[in-house]
């Protein structure tokens, strides 16, 4: 069963800097590209982040472009997104999400963690 | 940056059929893919590549995608089907999502 735990969430002063992991089981994490998508309470979803398989390529919203840096562990089967200067419009839930092997050139997510709250507020 | 348009809310019987809109431009030249997402639930994919269905979500759950519009159709809708259901197209190196829409069963 696939399986994508989230964890590092947690309230942050502004201009501060957070970790998030996302662990995965049940598949082979090291095939996979890998994603985040936030989603500030009672709004919708928002693209953030993507890494390719080996950590090799990695692309970013406009939004986080600077601050988040996504990476992989594949010997842990271990996503991150290292978040610093973060900003009030950075509080979301943070999914991790895998993309489907099918195609790179359209990407959609296949299966989603349950996501970690992050809140940052002085 | 591209722009999916939703409208905020679609309010159906059930038994009925709901039809959600994605408007974009020229979307018809994009692969479409449609999210449900419950109250306090991470998102579920129940169409991608325009209209096809991951295993294991009813049959129910269709998508067309043509000129600037992309539709997720939900026919024999069920109280479970309430929810809200975002489209999302991959353009120029990034995810985007449509706004959402609140699916109402009354």
């Known amino acids: 069963e696939v399986q994508l735990v989230e964890s590092g969430g947690g309230l942050v002063q502004p201009g501060g800097s957070l970790r998030l992991s996302c662990a995965a089981s049940?598949?082979?994490?090291?095939?996979?590209?890998m994603h985040w998508v936030r989603q500030a309470p009672g709004k919708g979803l928002v693209w953030v982040s993507r890494?390719?398989?080996?950590?090799?390529?990695?692309s970013y919203a406009d939004s986080v472009k600077g601050r988040f840096t996504i990476s992989r562990d594949n010997a842990k089967n271990t996503l991150y997104l290292q978040m610093n200067s973060l900003r009030a419009e950075d509080t979301a839930v943070y999914y991790c999400?895998?993309?489907?092997?099918?195609?790179?050139?359209?990407?959609?997510?296949?299966?989603w963690g349950q996501g970690t709250l992050v809140t940052v507020s002085s | 940056s591209y722009v999916l348009t939703q409208p905020p809310s679609v309010s159906v019987a059930p038994g009925q059929t709901a039809r959600i809109t994605c408007g974009g431009n020229?979307?018809?030249?994009?692969?479409v893919h449609w999210y449900q997402q419950k109250p306090g639930q991470a998102p579920v994919l129940v169409v991608y590549?325009?209209?096809d269905r991951p295993s294991g979500i009813p049959e129910r759950f269709s998508g067309s995608n043509s000129g600037n519009t992309a539709t997720l159709t939900i026919s024999r809708v069920e109280a479970g089907d309430e929810a809200d259901y975002y489209c999302?197209?991959?353009?120029?190196?990034?995810?985007?999502f449509g706004g959402g829409t609140k699916l109402t069963v009354l």
């Open positions: 020229n979307i018809g030249s994009k692969s």
């Open positions: 590549d325009d209209s």
């Open positions: 999302q197209v991959w353009d120029s190196s990034s995810g985007v």
């Open positions: 049940g598949f082979t994490f090291s095939s996979y590209w």
């Open positions: 999400a895998r993309e489907s092997g099918s195609s790179h050139q359209r990407p959609y997510f296949d299966y």
């Open positions: 890494i390719n398989s080996d950590g090799s390529s990695t």
